[in-house]
């Protein structure tokens, strides 16, 4: 698929271009490493940590296959979805604001957080739905988790590359143009001053897969910041 080429083809230019030290390279959203061009990371890192909430078989595989050299760690990023879990509500602010990172034998040299970001809302918000019905506060609890993300990725300090969707089109039948959102001003002071690697189009939902011959496209970029 040419999004999954593209992000490891991205990831791999990013690694070459921040050059950081071989040590140890933190993976984040690497659960199912679909997108993960993982061989030529390995050439370029001694150690590489997977980091997801959830880790499918593949990754598991993987990791048995080079137990010295590949880890996994189970980790929420957002630091709140077991909360959420019991408590079914908005939590308070000061829970949103410090990112907590999980210890890791090694601080890595170099994090890439990979087709993420923007799921990071989803299974928080799915807590919430049928308790909370302030679409506002939603969104804007949505819109903290996603920079949230690039809080706790800067709180690594290390060299890092960010690859997201930053723009959802959604089409009629006729190619027309129906809505679409832009992500780009949640990324905007992450962003400044760093260098952008990539951009592709992402065909989520080519044409003849959505009701109504509606068809869905993303816009990734990857950066280097
Ligand atoms: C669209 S997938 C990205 C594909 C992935 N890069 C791969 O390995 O092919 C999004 C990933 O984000 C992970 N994720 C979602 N919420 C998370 C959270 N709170 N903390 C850590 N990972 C999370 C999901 O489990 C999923 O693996």
Sequence with gaps: MPHLAATRAALLRAA???RPNPAC????????????PLAQLMDRFERIVLLDIAFGVEARRMTKRWPKRLHLCRHDVTGIVDWLARHRRLPPAEMLIRPVLPL?????????SVNCLTQ??????????????DESALETFG???????????QAWRAPICLISE????HF???GVLADSSDYRDLLQGFTAGAACVGRWPWQIHPPGELADGRHETRIVEAWCV
């Excluded at 890791?104 to 890439?112: C, F, N, Q, T």
């Excluded at 819109?143 to 990725?153: E, F, N, P």
């Design 25 to 36: 390279a933190l993976l984040v959203g690497a659960g199912s490493v679909h997108d993960l």
């Design 143 to 153: 819109r903290t988790l996603i920079q949230g993300h690039l809080r706790w990725l």
């Design 104 to 112: 890791l034998e090694i601080k890595p040299d170099w994090v890439a």
């Design 120 to 133: 990071l809302p989803l299974l928080p918000l799915n807590y919430l739905a049928d308790k909370v019905s």
């Design 166 to 169: 930053v723009e959802d089109r």
């Design 16 to 18: 070459d271009l921040a």
């Design 172 to 174: 009629d039948r006729h």
